[in-house]
Structure formats: C-alpha cells, structure tokens
C-alpha cells in the first residue's frame, strides 16, 4: 500500500502449451509448476484495478491447474527491483472507494493464495510492502533476496494491515505479528527470516533464482497428493483454514479493514499523504 511506496504459458513434451497475454501479469506454465509475474516494473509491481485483474485471474487459472492435479508448485513474483509496493495510492486518490475495494481484492487473493491445492513460493526482490507483505505472508515458502525489505507502512494513511493478519499471524506467530503491523516498521530479509517471514535469503537476484529452481526441483520429487495434504492438514492445526479460528475471522477482518477505508480519518490521511508527496516534502 506503499507507493512508493504477463500471462504466457510453455510446457515440456508432456504438458499441452497454453498461451495467454496481459498487459501486467505474465503466466508460465511448465510441467507440474505454474509461475505468477508480476509485470509493472515502472509502478514497482503496484496493486492497481488493471493489476488485480491480471492477478486474480492468473491465480485462478492456477488453482484452476492444481485441482485437476496439474499443477504442484506456483511460483509468484515480480520484474525487476520489486516485488510488490502495495496499493496504486494514485488511483486510490482519484477516487477515494476504490481504497475499500482494493482492500476486499487483496483479502481475496490471500485466501485463496492459502486454500489453493498446490505450494506457493514467493520469490521475492526489493519492496514487499503493505499489500506487497500480505501477500507474501500468505504464501506457503518465502525465498528473498538479501536486498528486500517487508512491512506494513499504512497507518500513516489511516488504514489497517488486519487484512493480513490471519496468514501473518499463523505465519510468524502473535507477538511478532502484533510488533510488525502495529510498529509499520519495514524490515530487512535478514529480519524477515529471523522473524519467520522469510524461510530463505539469497546474496542476489541470480542466486536467488536457482535457490528457487532447487527448492522446485526438489518438490516435485514428492508425491502430489502428500502436500497437498499436508497443506490442508497445516491450514486446519494453524487456523487459516476456512473453519479454523483464524480463517473463520478472515472475512470479518476484510469488511471491518474496508469500512476503515471509507471513514475521514482514512480519506483525510491518504489526501494529505499524496500532497505531501507530490510536494515532495
């Protein structure tokens, strides 16, 4: 939420090639993996109407893959310097109920992120911040180069993070959650995996990639039907699951967030906070 703060498919000789194009996400579908980018290297990979679009409808194609056992592993990340900077605050600005709306889309996407039947990396470089974090947070195994940073730095526009907190909680436990969004400090990778955020760090990008390659290959020697399983069965001893104690205040932590957005304190904080950006203050 800090703005600052594709969709192509191959395949090997066993997998039929399917190929699809947006303008913000690209998709890659090769063998048993499914790989998620996020395209938008001039807006640091921003969560914008455009971008939710591509992105809820590459993750719904992958999940579309994994329930009729396709898919094993999804990969999501982004182009460039960045993985995700949040929300497109500009857009936001301009009409001040999209704020809720990107909100309810993000809710949406960590939800479905957690229940889809397959395991999510996030491969991460640069900024993952706010809406970037949730994210991440809700992804299954997190692998970041030394150079990222994580957080959520939203208070100052009058916005909570509880978006995210069911998938962070269960993630890096309550006390570190309560620190992280209460503080909106933003912390390194090395942080980030101290913390539990982080299961992986990288020196750079190009290391990065083949940690990432490796920890695939190595997936994919499992057997499908035990992780998916052993997901379900994680999902249900944390409380993310839909009927677990988490998950079951998922939906009442998006709708609250989202009311949040619609109040003066939010619209007041976000105008003042554009303008003192544009200013350059």
Request: glycine letters at 8%.
């Amino acid at each position: 939420m800090d703005n600052t703060l594709p969709q192509m498919f191959s395949s090997d000789e066993n997998t039929k090639l399917n190929s699809h194009t947006h303008s913000l996400v690209q998709t890659e579908s090769t063998g048993k993996t499914f790989t998620i980018t996020l395209n938008n290297a001039a807006m640091r990979n921003a969560l914008s109407t455009a971008m939710f679009d591509g992105l809820q409808d590459a993750i719904a194609r992958a999940t579309a893959s994994a329930q009729r056992g396709e898919t094993i592993v999804v990969i999501l990340r982004g182009t460039d310097k960045a993985f995700c900077s949040g929300f497109d605050l500009a857009e936001c600005v301009d009409d001040q109920s999209m704020l809720a709306q990107f909100v309810r889309r993000l809710g949406a996407i960590t939800r479905t992120l957690r229940e889809i039947p397959a395991i999510v990396i996030a491969q991460v470089q640069g900024p993952a911040l706010a809406g970037g974090c949730a994210i991440v947070a809700a992804c299954d195994i997190v692998c970041a180069s030394s150079s990222s940073t994580f957080g959520y730095p939203v208070h100052r526009i009058g916005v909570s993070p509880a978006v995210s907190l069911p998938t962070l909680m269960a993630t890096i436990g309550f006390g570190n959650a309560r620190s992280l969004v209460l503080s909106g400090e933003i912390v390194s990778a090395q942080r980030a995996n101290e913390i539990g955020l982080v299961h992986l760090v990288a020196c750079e990008e190009s290391a990065l990639a083949l940690e990432v390659a490796k920890l695939v290959d190595a997936l994919l020697l499992k057997g499908a039907h035990a992780l998916r399983t052993t997901k379900k069965w994680l999902n249900q001893i944390d409380g993310t699951s839909a009927d677990g104690f988490l998950g079951r205040n998922a939906q009442d932590a998006i709708d609250r967030t989202a009311h949040l957005c619609d109040g003066n304190e939010a619209k007041s904080m976000l105008q003042d906070f554009w303008s003192k950006r544009k200013s350059g203050l």
